[in-house]
Every structure is written in C-alpha cells, then in structure tokens.
C-alpha cells in the first residue's frame, strides 16, 4: 500500500496510519501580534467559559488577531477612563507636588474603577 495518496475529487493528500488513510490537514498561517495583558485574562475567560467560541476562533486561525484587538481596545479604554476620571475628581499635578500621599490614593482608587469597568465591559464578556 502506498503511504501517501491524492484524491483528486475533494484536492486532498491522505496519509497511511496503521490500516487508515488520514486526510494530511493543517492550519493556515496566523499573522502572530504581541498580546499583552487585558488579552491573556481574556483568553482565560473564554478558554474557561466560552470553550465553543474559543474552538471556532482557533479552528479559524483568528484568535490571536481577536485577541490583540482586544487588548488594544482595552488599553485604550484603560486609559481614557483614567484620564476623564482623574479630570473629573480634580487630581492633578499640582495636588501631586502639594500631597502626594493623596494623590497616589486617588490615583490608584481610580485605577480600579476603569480596571473593574473594563474587566466588564471588555475583557470578561464576549
């Protein structure tokens, strides 16, 4: 028996394992983007919850593409919350020169609020 066959109804090589001709199939290539933070918790989500999703994205060959998207859009949200929030309570850099202990803890409060508004808006939704 030859290891290798072509058929030329459907275009696709198979392979001889054992007794069985297996159909030689591969993924298309994905162009790989960095993905940062905000995409790696979202990949925990939907590789936990969404396992569907998750598979299709995969199969598909664009869950690093989706993924990166991702992480840019929350970076970006991340960012101007913080800065509308920060501008909205009156934290600036001159409360930062006259009271740094005040600054840092209303700096980082509002980091967890746009951290926990991204996070649900974001990150843990599909």
């Known amino acids: 028996m030859e290891k290798r066959i072509y058929d030329e109804q459907n275009g696709l090589w198979y392979e001889l394992q054992g007794d069985y001709y297996l159909p030689c199939l591969s993924l298309s290539e994905e162009e790989h983007k960095?993905?940062?933070?905000?995409?790696q918790r979202h990949l925990r989500y939907i590789k936990k919850h969404k396992r569907a999703f998750y598979a299709n994205l995969l199969t598909s060959c664009k869950l690093n593409s989706y993924?990166?998207?991702i992480d840019e859009q929350a970076k970006e949200?991340?960012?101007r919350l913080v800065k509308q929030l920060a501008e909205k309570e009156n934290v600036?850099?001159?409360l930062k020169a006259?009271?740094?202990m005040l600054?840092?803890?209303?700096?980082?409060s509002i980091r967890n609020?746009?951290?926990?508004?991204v996070n649900s808006e974001l990150v843990f939704t599909v």
């Open 98 to 100: 006259e009271n740094q």
């Open 103 to 108: 600054w840092i803890q209303k700096m980082n």
């Open 113 to 117: 609020r746009a951290l926990e508004i």
């Open 67 to 69: 993924l990166a998207d």
């Open 92 to 94: 600036t850099e001159k």
């Open 77 to 79: 949200m991340f960012s």
């Open 34 to 39: 960095a993905i940062g933070v905000w995409g």
